[in-house]
């Protein structure tokens, strides 16, 4: 977390599967904003709902279907 130590307040989140793919998947966002909250609950986080790799939206805001600390702050 050298960036937040740095000064950063929000950091702008793309997901990537485990073949190094980009993700809409709500599964891969929950693991990666965990590690970040878990270093710095302070950050804030926005999180990408491109339709780059899958444009249908229910597909794209995935991630918005997570709760609690999970939840990201900015999409």
Known sequence: MQAAERGIT???LHARDTLA???YKKGVYARIISGIREKCSSLV???SCSGRMDGRFDRRVEVL???GDLKPDMA
């Open 65 to 67: 279907e997570l709760n």
């Open 21 to 23: 793919r980009p993700t």
């Open 10 to 12: 929000i950091a702008h």
């Open 45 to 47: 986080l926005c999180v």
